[in-house]
C-alpha cells in the first residue's frame, strides 16, 4: 500500500499570502497519478489537480500542482478568502490512499 | 449535467446492516469507475470501494471493511450501491459516492450519506 503524508496538518496565513502544501509518498508514484482537493466543511471534496500538476476545468489558476517520484507539493500563489479550507492530496497509481489533510486557517 | 445523489445513510447498530445507494445522472454509467469513500467525525478521507467500468467490473476493498461490504452498480436503474453488513462502532461516517476514468480520480461526488452505528 502507498501511505501519503501531508505537511504541515494545519496552516495559519492571510488573504494574499502564497501559500504551499507538501504531500510525500512511501513509494514513488512514477505515473504521476496524484490528485489534489479541497474540502470545506460540510461539503464533498472538490477535485483542484490531477495528473500532479493539470488543472481541474473551472479552477482558479492562483491553484498549481508540481512535483514527481514521492514528493509533491500544491501552492496557493495569492490566497483568497474563499481558500480557507482543508487540502488533501491522493495517489490513484494502486488504488486510493489520501494524505491526513491541511487545514488552511486565517491567521 | 453530472449528479450523484446519495440515499439510504442512518441509524443503525452495531452488527446490523445498512444499503447506501447513488443515483447518477448526466454521464455514460457504463464507462467509468464508481467509488465509495468515507470520512469519519472530524478525520480525513479514506477509500471504501471501487468498482471498474464496464465491462471488466473488476473490485476492491479497503482491508477495514473487506469480508463485511459489498460495492455492485445496476445499470438499468443507473445507481450504484454499497451493501454494508456487521457495521461496527468505527464505520461511522459520511459516505461518498464519486466516478471516475478507468485510472482516473474522482471529479464528480455525490453529497455524502451519513451513517451511524451505535447501541
Known amino acids: 500500500d502507498i501511505q501519503m503524508t501531508q505537511s504541515p496538518s494545519t496552516l495559519s496565513a492571510s488573504v494574499g499570502d502564497r501559500v504551499t502544501i507538501t504531500c510525500r509518498a512511501s513509494q514513488s508514484i512514477v505515473t504521476s497519478h496524484l490528485a489534489w482537493y479541497q474540502q470545506k466543511p460540510g461539503k464533498a471534496p472538490k477535485l483542484l489537480i490531477y495528473q500532479a500538476s493539470v488543472l481541474e476545468t473551472g479552477v482558479p489558476s492562483r491553484f498549481s500542482g508540481s512535483g514527481s517520484g514521492t514528493q509533491f507539493t500544491l501552492t496557493i500563489s495569492s490566497l483568497q478568502p474563499d481558500d480557507f479550507a482543508t487540502y488533501y492530496c491522493q495517489q490513484y497509481q494502486s488504488l486510493w490512499t489520501f494524505g491526513q489533510g491541511t487545514k488552511v486557517e486565517s491567521k | 449535467e453530472v449528479q450523484l445523489v446519495e440515499s439510504g445513510g442512518g441509524l443503525v447498530k452495531p452488527g446490523g446492516s445498512l444499503r447506501l445507494s447513488c443515483a447518477v445522472s448526466g454521464f455514460s454509467f457504463n464507462n467509468y469507475n464508481i467509488n465509495w469513500v468515507r470520512q469519519a467525525p472530524g478525520k480525513g478521507l479514506e477509500w471504501v470501494s471501487s468498482m471498474s467500468s464496464s465491462p471488466n467490473n473488476y473490485i476492491w476493498y479497503a482491508d477495514s471493511v473487506k469480508g463485511r461490504f459489498t460495492i455492485s452498480r445496476d445499470i438499468a436503474e443507473n445507481s450504484m450501491y454499497l451493501q454494508m453488513n456487521s457495521l461496527r462502532a468505527e464505520d461511522t461516517a459520511i459516505y461518498y459516492c464519486?466516478?471516475?476514468?478507468?485510472?482516473?480520480?474522482?471529479?464528480?461526488w455525490g453529497q455524502g450519506a451519513l451513517v451511524t452505528v451505535s447501541s
Open positions: 464519486s466516478r471516475s476514468l478507468p485510472q482516473g480520480t474522482g471529479d464528480y
